[in-house]
T-cell receptor, first 112, second 108 residues
Framework: DTEVTQTPKHLVMGMTNKKSLKCEQH?????MYWYKQKAKKPPELMFV???????INESVPSRFSPECPNSSLLNLHLHALQPEDSALYLC???????????FGSGTQLSVL | KNEVEQSPQNLTAQEGEFITINCSYS?????LHWLQQHPGGGIVSLFM???GKKKHGRLIATINIQEKHSSLHITASHPRDSAVYIC??????????FGTGTSLTVIP
C-alpha cells in the first residue's frame, strides 16, 4: 500500500463551524506533513510531525490545530476559519523527515 | 536561500516532442525532488536525486551540483503528460522549498 488517503475530498464550511480533515497512511512512514496550496501557487508547509511529535509549525494561525493520534493518522482541526483560508489542503508522508514525499489527493476547502 | 526558480512557467508542446523543464536554486542543497500535479490536486513524486541522473520510463532527471541546476526531460511526450511539474529542494534542514511550477500542455 503506497497511498496517502485524505478525507473528505471537498469541504464547505462557514466561519463559525468546526470541522476536521483526516489523513491516513499505512506505509510505516514516521513523518507526516500538512501543506496548504492556493490556486496556481506551490504548496506551503504548515506542520511537520516526526515520530508523532510536532517538529515544525510554520507560524500557522491557531484556528488550525494539528493532531497526530498515532503513526498512521494525521488530523487537522479547523475552527473559526476565514474566507482567505479557502485552499487545497494536502497531506504528505515520508519514511523519515525530509525524505521522498508521498502526497494525498488533497481536501479542497471553501470557507464561506 | 529559499529561492527555487523554474522555467519555463508555461509550456505547450505537440505530442511526440522532447520536453525539458529547468530548475535552478541559489545555494548548495542536499536533495532535489521532482513532482507532478494533475488538475484536481493529487501530487505524485517522480524523482528524488542528489547527484547524476535518474530515468524512469520516458522521464529523465538530471542534476548538476556545481551549476545548481536540474532538468526534467520527457521523451515522446503524450497528452497524459499534461500537468504541473514542481521542483522542490532540500537544503541542510528538514524542509523542502518548492518552485512555482511549470504548467505543461501536450496537444494531440
Amino acid at each position: 500500500d503506497t497511498e496517502v488517503t485524505q478525507t473528505p475530498k471537498h469541504l464547505v464550511m462557514g466561519m463559525t463551524n468546526k470541522k476536521s480533515l483526516k489523513c491516513e497512511q499505512h506505509m510505516g512512514h514516521r513523518a507526516m506533513y500538512w501543506y496548504k496550496q492556493k490556486a496556481k501557487k506551490p504548496p506551503e508547509l504548515m506542520f511537520v510531525y516526526s515520530y508523532e511529535k510536532l517538529s515544525i509549525n510554520e507560524s500557522v494561525p491557531s484556528r488550525f490545530s494539528p493532531e497526530c493520534p498515532n503513526s498512521s493518522l494525521l488530523n487537522l482541526h479547523l475552527h473559526a476559519l476565514q474566507p482567505e483560508d479557502s485552499a487545497l489542503y494536502l497531506c504528505a508522508s515520508s519514511q523519515v523527515v525530509a525524505e521522498k514525499l508521498f502526497f494525498g489527493s488533497g481536501t479542497q476547502l471553501s470557507v464561506l | 536561500k529559499n529561492e527555487v526558480e523554474q522555467s519555463p512557467q508555461n509550456l505547450t508542446a505537440q505530442e511526440g516532442e522532447f520536453i525539458t523543464i529547468n530548475c535552478s536554486y541559489s545555494v548548495g542543497i542536499s536533495a532535489l525532488h521532482w513532482l507532478q500535479q494533475h488538475p484536481g490536486g493529487g501530487i505524485v513524486s517522480l524523482f528524488m536525486l542528489s547527484s547524476g541522473k535518474k530515468k524512469h520510463g520516458r522521464l529523465i532527471a538530471t542534476i548538476n551540483i556545481q551549476e545548481k541546476h536540474s532538468s526534467l526531460h520527457i521523451t515522446a511526450s503524450h497528452p497524459r503528460d499534461s500537468a504541473v511539474y514542481i521542483c522542490a529542494v532540500r537544503y541542510t534542514g528538514n524542509q523542502f522549498y518548492f518552485g512555482t511550477g511549470t504548467s505543461l500542455t501536450v496537444i494531440p
